[in-house]
């Protein structure tokens, strides 16, 4: 460009053959004035100082460094944090007394903070603790119960939902009081409308899971999901994060049905519900183009919760300081070596054996397994 002005070529034109600003053929110009091309910086730097002319000089983040050392090894309260060295630089008479933020910045810079700062490190990926989920090679449901809604001058109001975690597939069915035949009545519907998912996901309610109180109980809504082979999961109680998608949709359908029209009645709220579910379905239609497909609806499938259970169910858990973790009423040992830490434990009926499995959020693809115990379901009569 400099080169072409000093043949004789305007400035104006040379920017519109180089496809740049006026301003910057005269910037370059203008550096190479008076001077040969080959002698010309011609690395770009920006029209400021290099040094910034309100940095604290030299001298005064020394005097700050100093009295940080003097009131960390003197001190008697033992604070020596950036309020505490202004306090003692006020006490001191000291002239031109820096902002405790200022000294704050000088001991950052200087590298003289004790503490380390939190390592923000990337979240996994959704689904991360089941591989093919993670992978996007296999789809999972969440469900969840909204509870302790009321219609002004009306009764209590529960709302089971549900929301596939790739395609963001949507249901909603607010009623009086949710059970378990509901639960059964309404993963019927959605699945026979919308296909089967490899994974269903739930938290530990008695209406998903079945009676704690029992060893060895497995509820129909459990028994429903093994016949259709959906391996259901039961994420860890009072663990944040594992149903935040379905959470999220949660306080959606709260804020879209629920608070923004007057309703007077059940039906009301089940007719409102019904047309939101259908705009949101058609909102995420496209995600489901690209996500994992769903499995048809057997025809002739029919319900025996006297069957005995085939396939698997996963637990997430957590062990304890002694490496152990609660499951099916039974305390089992896991590893002592690996306390307080997140497991997934695989109960296969047919092989008739638990395995658990190490996760880490930090190394979500390494799931080692961790150990392997024996386990028979006892072969008795179940009673809804």
């Known amino acids: ?62 005097v700050v460094l100093q009295i940080r050392q003097e009131l960390k090894e003197t001190s008697d309260l033992g604070e020596f944090g950036a309020a505490a060295i202004r306090e003692e630089w006020l006490a001191r008479n000291l002239p031109d007394v820096p902002a405790v933020r200022t000294i704050g910045y000088i001991l950052e810079r200087r590298g003289a903070l004790d503490g380390q ?164 379905r058609g909102r995420t239609a496209q995600r489901r183009d690209t996500t994992p497909g769903r499995r048809c609806f057997p025809k002739r499938w029919k319900l025996n919760l006297q069957a005995q259970p085939q396939g698997r169910i996963i637990f997430l858990r957590r062990t304890t300081g002694a490496g152990q973790v609660s499951l099916l009423g039974h305390a089992l040992e896991v590893d002592r070596k690996w306390p307080n830490r997140l497991v997934r434990c695989e109960v296969r009926f047919n092989e008739q054996v638990i395995r658990f499995y190490a996760l880490r959020r930090r190394a979500p693809t390494d799931q080692p397994l961790l150990k392997e115990v024996p386990y028979v379901f006892p072969n008795k009569r179940f009673r809804e």
């Open 117 to 280: 700062q939190r390592i923000r490190r990337p979240a996994p990926p959704s689904g991360w603790y089941l591989p093919e989920v993670a992978n996007q090679h296999a789809e999972i449901d969440l469900w969840d119960v909204i509870e302790g809604l009321a219609i002004k001058g009306g009764p209590q109001v529960e709302v089971l939902t549900v929301l596939s975690l790739h395609g963001a597939l949507s249901g909603a069915w607010p009623t009086t009081r949710i059970t378990a035949k509901a639960v059964r009545e309404a993963l019927l519907e959605h699945w026979r409308e919308s296909g089967l998912p490899d994974y269903v996901q739930f938290d530990n309610a008695t209406v998903f899971q079945g009676p704690h109180q029992h060893r060895d109980a497995i509820g129909s809504v459990i028994r429903l999901c093994l016949s259709l082979q959906v391996t259901p999961i039961f994420v860890p109680p009072r663990e944040p994060g594992f149903q935040a998608a379905i959470e999220s949709f949660n306080g959606r359908w709260q804020a879209k049905v629920r608070m923004r029209f007057h309703h007077e009645s059940v039906p009301s709220l089940q007719a409102q519900s019904a047309k939101y579910i259908a705009a949101h």
């Open 1 to 62: 460009m400099v080169a072409a002005v000093r043949r004789g070529d305007s400035k104006r034109s040379v920017a519109r053959q180089y496809g740049v600003a006026l301003s910057t053929v005269q910037l370059w110009v203008d550096r190479a004035a008076g001077k040969r091309l080959d002698r010309v910086d011609w690395s770009d730097r920006p029209s400021g100082p290099s040094v910034s002319p309100r940095r604290t000089s030299r001298e005064k983040e020394e």
